[in-house]
């Protein structure tokens, strides 16, 4: 068998140890975007260093993760109106609320993990994770597989919100199911995505109102309750984050009221702060001093909080420094050597120093119009954004604002790109593009 299904993890020890090429889990290794490599193209067009397109099935926003010579991707396969059929009601400060947005929990959705061949495009093997109606409604642009896969090499685990959570061998056999309770997002759908640590599934289940949100650690071997703790925290889309390096490690949680880090082995509460007074999508980004937390409506907020690094909570201030501009509704902002970078609604760039919060440029403008969800990625001394409308943009790292090439492919993206062994995956709204420099 290829490497994808001999190679082991060693998350006995921590943080998923891969190849150093993979791009197991949303936002790459260590959930940050960041590639080791840098042979990758920066150049690319419809006819011009695209090795596949391969036709996905249905609506999925989720990003492609990869390993070895695998790639997994979820979708959602809508059926036809089921009379009768309606979301779970809302309550926005103590009224019923319906987001004009939300559609989809009036049919029939059929949820599928997929399995692609990392050198053809050809689709291995696709699997039904849930099939049948939704407890919720989605927003009108999103999707029912928004959350993006992890794997550790010997499974891959997806995430379907009030549906479940699933877990398959790498050869499309399925491991277990299990359903962590229903969770209502104001009918948006859900966002957040699968982190895996210790052997261990963590889920931010936040939703309307906050009396029922909670965190919940599984088990990856059987999908069994490790531990569950509660939360006072309104409905959130953001991936929570691993924070090592400390005396003990900290899953750290961004909420619109509350941010929290919890002690990943017994989900003990191990400091917490003021919320980003936002709703709260973006996934937070770390270096070895400081974790930075993002939102970008109704406020547009970035906090630099200072990690404990082992002393007691209470002696730690936690906030380095705050700026008010720049953020997206919906992209994550991406910490690259030293700067922290945001990309706006709009698509202008801003750089700030993740030391001081000091502005490098806040006026780097994308030369096409349009709007951005996918978060952005780096590598070899380059950040990539990523519009709705199938262009991304390369801009040089760096205190200077400098556009080096606009790339399209001629198809709406929401999905944010992987990276591994060379090739640049990209999801379209119908296909997955996979990107390698001609010849290499």
């Known amino acids: 068998m290829r490497r994808a299904t001999l190679v082991m993890t060693s998350a006995i020890s921590g943080l998923l140890v891969t190849s150093g090429a993979d791009w197991p889990q949303w936002r790459g290794p260590n959930g940050q975007g960041i590639s080791p490599e840098a042979d990758f193209p920066t150049v690319w067009s419809e006819t011009q260093n695209v090795a596949w397109k391969s036709e996905i099935p249905g609506r999925g926003h989720s990003s492609p993760i990869v390993w070895g010579d695998l790639v997994f991707l979820t979708t959602s396969i809508e059926g036809a109106p089921v009379d009768g059929a309606k979301a779970v009601k809302h309550f926005l400060d103590g009224e019923e609320f319906v987001h004009p947005e939300s559609v989809g929990a009036d049919r029939r959705q059929s949820l599928k993990v997929l399995c692609v061949d990392r050198d053809s495009g050809r689709i291995l093997w696709d699997r039904i994770a849930y099939d049948g109606l939704v407890y919720d409604s989605r927003h009108r642009q999103g999707s029912f597989a928004a959350p993006t896969s992890v794997t550790d090499g010997r499974r891959v685990y997806s995430y379907f919100g009030s549906e479940g959570v699933c877990a398959h061998e790498l050869d499309g056999r399925e491991a277990w199911k299990a359903s962590v309770g229903q969770i209502g997002t104001l009918g948006l759908g859900p966002g957040t995505s699968p982190v895996l640590y210790e052997q261990r599934l963590f889920l931010q289940c936040d939703e309307d109102g906050g009396d029922k949100s909670f965190i919940v650690a599984l088990e990856a071997e059987s999908g069994q309750v490790a531990w569950r703790a509660g939360r006072d925290v309104p409905a959130t889309w953001a991936t929570p984050l691993i924070l090592e ?31 980003l007074e936002s709703n709260t999508i973006h996934s937070p980004v770390a270096d070895s001093q400081t974790v930075f937390a ?6 547009k907020r970035v906090l630099a909080l200072r990690r404990s690094l082992g002393e007691p909570a209470s002696e730690t201030p936690r906030v380095a420094w ?24 709009r698509g202008v760039v801003t750089c700030l120093d993740a030391r ?31 519009s709705e409308e199938g262009d991304t943009f390369v801009v040089r790292a760096g205190a200077r604002a400098e556009l080096l090439a606009t790339n399209s492919l001629g198809e709406a993206m929401f999905a944010s790109p992987a990276l591994s062994q060379g090739r640049i995956f990209l999801r379209g709204v119908r296909h997955l593009y996979c990107l ?5």
Do not use: H, M
Not at 436 to 440: E, I, K, P, T
């Open 245 to 275: 390096g400390a005396k003990a490690p900290e899953l750290f949680c961004a909420g619109s009221n509350r941010i929290v880090a919890y002690d990943p082995r017994t989900g003990r509460e191990v400091w917490s702060c003021p919320g």
């Open 436 to 440: 390698r420099v001609s010849g290499a």
């Open 294 to 299: 993002t939102a970008g409506y109704p406020k």
């Open 356 to 386: 001081t919060g000091a502005v490098q440029y806040d006026d780097l403008r994308v030369p096409r119009p349009g709007r951005f969800t996918a978060s952005p990625v780096a590598f070899g001394g380059n950040v990539l954004f990523t």
């Open 322 to 345: 705050e700026y008010g501009k720049g953020t997206a509704y919906v992209a994550s902002p991406i910490l690259y050597e030293g700067r922290l970078y945001l990309v706006s609604d």
